[in-house]
């Protein structure tokens, strides 16, 4: 990236300086899409905290308090405002899992990568063989993964273990990142956030909500996989603006503005800049394709599409206001 530092003008639109990193991504951000909520928002966060109750997890200490600084039924309303409350309740519920899963995995990874092993391969044990759970998060896994074999096609849930696998191989990648003494690049930093991000196991839950399933040549198509690609990238992307200072402060290391930071030597104002540079180039490229290929989708194809473009919506609207993000509307914006 040739952008010189001095290019990157720190303030607001029509001259006003942000007062803060959160003031700064909302002058800058690029959001074409509206915000939008679910009517079962209430009904499914209820739903979350039973489940996590029946499953044990929020017996676990920091557990509950961690649940309600992330608010996951929000963020599902976001994210799939249009969907019945029986598949918002799988997305409000797999969105409370993965934020236990990688908050723990992050945790153990920590102190060492080969401890993150056994927790690792029970999850992969359960997701590709059926293997029986050994742990409470095991446990979640394996009644996840029930929720979403009833609810979809054989076709959609391969396809959501398929990804909902990469995502565990990817948090081993992210503690051994994390456990090298120097950050790594920015192409193997994004690479490892793609992964990390989770947002992709979501996607055969926006096609099961439609009303028939997506043809194979239709879900395969190049323009298709293309925009997957790009919404789950945006929809990662667009949070780590909002949890760069946590992250910073906690010696994090796999995040797009903290990546750009590293690899431009730049303050972290001038680096959440970069990143929202970044983001608003890949959403402007998803709208792009979007528009070149709808009128050759199926209602039901456009229907999925939507799901992807409810992930990046509902992340920026979610991660604005949700408390585990709030010291980015605390930090300046000029430092």
Not at 196 to 207: D, K, N
Not at 224 to 240: E, F, G, N, T, Y
Request: hydrophobic share 45%; proline share 7%.
């Amino acid at each position: 990236m040739s952008t010189t530092h001095e290019e990157i003008a720190l303030g607001a639109h029509d001259g006003i300086p942000a007062s803060s990193l959160k003031d700064l991504i909302d002058a800058h951000l690029y959001m074409p899409f509206p915000f939008m909520s679910n009517r079962h928002a209430a009904e499914a966060s209820v739903g979350v905290d039973a489940w996590l109750r029946t499953c044990g997890l929020t017996d676990e200490v920091g557990v509950a308090a961690m649940i309600a600084f992330t608010r996951p039924a929000e963020l599902a309303s976001y994210n799939s405002p249009t969907a019945e409350l029986d598949v918002l309740q799988i997305v409000a519920n797999q969105i409370a899992y993965q934020f236990v899963f990688d908050d723990r995995a992050e945790e153990i990874g920590r102190r060492s990568p080969d401890r993150l092993l056994p927790m690792l391969c029970e999850s992969i044990g359960i997701l590709r063989d059926g293997a029986p759970p050994r742990t409470p998060l095991g446990a979640a896994l394996a009644d996840l993964h029930r929720q979403v074999r009833e609810r979809c096609t054989p076709a959609q849930a391969a396809r959501w273990a398929w990804k909902s696998r990469e995502y565990v191989h990817g948090l081993l990648y992210e503690a051994v990142a994390q456990a090298h003494p120097r950050p790594p690049h920015m192409g193997l930093s994004t690479s490892i956030r793609s992964l990390t991000a989770g947002v992709e196991p979501f996607y055969p839950l926006a096609e099961a909500a439609q009303p028939c399933e997506l043809s194979a040549e239709e879900l395969h198509h190049p323009v298709v996989q293309r925009l997957s690609r790009l919404s789950a990238d945006a929809a990662v992307w667009i949070p780590d603006l909002f949890s760069a200072v946590k992250e910073q402060r906690a010696g994090g290391m796999i995040n797009l503005a903290l990546a750009h930071q590293q690899a431009h030597r730049c303050s972290l104002p001038v680096a959440v800049m970069l990143a929202i540079r970044q983001i608003n180039s890949t959403i402007r490229e998803f709208e792009r394709l979007y528009e070149e290929i709808k009128p050759d989708l199926s209602p039901a194809g456009i229907g999925y599409v939507e799901g992807m473009v409810g992930w990046i919506r509902g992340c920026y609207h979610w991660s604005r206001t949700v408390p585990r993000y709030v010291d980015a509307a605390l930090t300046p914006a000029l430092l």
